[in-house]
């Protein structure tokens, strides 16, 4: 694979890795770019059977207990009933290292400041857990659309979706977090081996401008961080300015944090951080991964804890009250789609829209989306909506259960009506939620010896 490196980019790592290290580094991109998997484990609970599901050989990441690294380059997982289904999520294996390096634990509330395409977010989500609180940001209207559709693919109960940028969220979410991640919008450089655009688009002047624009995010974003949370940084970039240099700047501006000593997966993967010249000897805390050392691409992360120790401060909500209509409806489709079971969420209403939430979903005028989409009202009725099955599915009292090798699969993803078998005839008519291999696929309603599809258009495949 013939890669053209930029001549200012080629000096610079020389110079920071020596001879001998610049020349394994060089090698690497003779090499393809690693692919990696992380199975979901609000979907897919049986780890030592998704190699054998996909049909690809795969070797665990020592950093990351869902992760995976593909021994394949051309693998088309995206295609399969199980990719659709939310069981795993395709993410390049350095990516991991940011939340694998933070030590989250299940119930906190977390911000994820840049979160577009939703890699990190759905990886936090699976450390917090359905009792903690997910705030997942974007800035850019279309990105934040991607975000949102691999949270709902995924079956994430407890995610909000904003779509601002990090100086609005300080105002909205004072001291609200107990972590805080920036995976900052950076020159990309760790990627030059996956992304020749990067390459393009690769200039000093694009570094300055990468780092000048982060150091401003991160301020900013740790604003929401409350006394005694974790402020995560990283980048896919090598650039020492958008790294160590831009963490030496915001520790200058904000005593009041101390680089944390990562854990010993990730130090083992990895390179230290940079100690560059008047630069804090701590830095050297950070980790950097190297293609040639970690086996993934580039990537930059340095965690801090902000001192002090107080409990987050309420976010402000923002639901509105159900109309009688509306209330009279859900009452009945919930109903249909649980029978005499337990609601797993309360039902909630913010800007016109009904929403499944977790009991501690609180909101702010600034979300995009929160919680799970509930439904539509259409005259006395709720048509329910994708979300509802892909994440509390496998609760309804309906189930359709599939095998991912049935054809029934192939023709329910091209939107097709599909047929019952024995088995799955008991019960009333009504809607209720197509599984595959156990993963909740999508919606249905049963109409007699048939389901007819609710799986949407915008998903549905070409072809069977």
Known sequence: MEISLPTEFCERMQRLLGDEEYRLFMESFEKSAQKGLRINPYQWDKKDEISVKIGLPMRPISYEKNGFFLDHTESGIGNLPLHHAGAFYIQEPAAMLPVAAAAIRPGDYVLDVCAAPGGKSTQIASAIGPTGLLCSNEFVLSRAKILMSNIERLGIPNAIVTNTDAAHLKEWYPRAFDCVFVDAPCSGEGMFRKNSAAIAEWSPQNVAMCAKRSLEILSDASACLREGGLLVYSTCTYAVEENEELIAQFLD??????????????RQATSCGIQIPSCREDLRRAARCYPHITGGEGQFVCVMRKHGDAPREQIITSWEKLTSQERTASDTLLKELFGKGEVPFALKKFRGNLYAVPPQMEVSGVCFCCGVRFGELRGNRIVPHHQLFSTYGKQMARQWKFSSEDIRVKQYLHGDTVSCDNTQKIGDDGFGCVLVDGCALG???????????HYPKGLRTNGV
């Open 443 to 453: 919606g249905g309603k049963k109409v007699g010896d048939i389901i007819k599809n």
């Open 253 to 266: 501006a904000h005593p009041d944090y101390t680089v944390e000593i990562l854990p010993d997966a990730v």
